[in-house]
Nanobody
């Protein structure tokens, strides 16, 4: 399984970013996919997940600001981040939950003025 995340960067508070994750080595369309994040000195936190039927879950801390989506043809999962806050600064990791969870390498999002 390979999960390649991209799209991170430096953004000002209130700004937006769109993260992308490309998956290979799995039957993408039948898998739940997700995004988690890890800030320095903090535990890893699940941000959002999207099931094969399109059902979504969001952490309370991002509800209403982040949107997860998927493209089964391109085998991509996306995370649209809006109204970003400094506390959203973290490495964002794409993952495939399951009996054996698979993690991508992450992409850094820094929210700072």
């Amino acid at each position: 399984v390979q999960l390649q995340a991209s799209g991170g960067g430096l953004v000002q508070p209130g700004g937006s970013l769109k993260l992308s994750c490309s998956a290979s080595g799995i039957n993408f369309r039948v898998n739940t996919m997700g995004w988690a994040r890890q800030a320095p000195g903090k535990q890893r936190e699940v941000v959002a997940t999207i099931a094969s039927d399109g059902g979504t879950y969001y952490a309370d801390s991002v509800k209403g600001r982040f949107t997860i989506s998927r493209d089964n043809v391109r085998r991509n999962v996306y995370l649209q981040l809006t109204n970003l806050k400094p506390e959203d600064t973290a490495v964002y990791l794409c993952y495939r939950p399951g009996a054996t969870t698979s993690w991508g390498q992450g992409t850094l999002v820094t929210v700072s003025s």
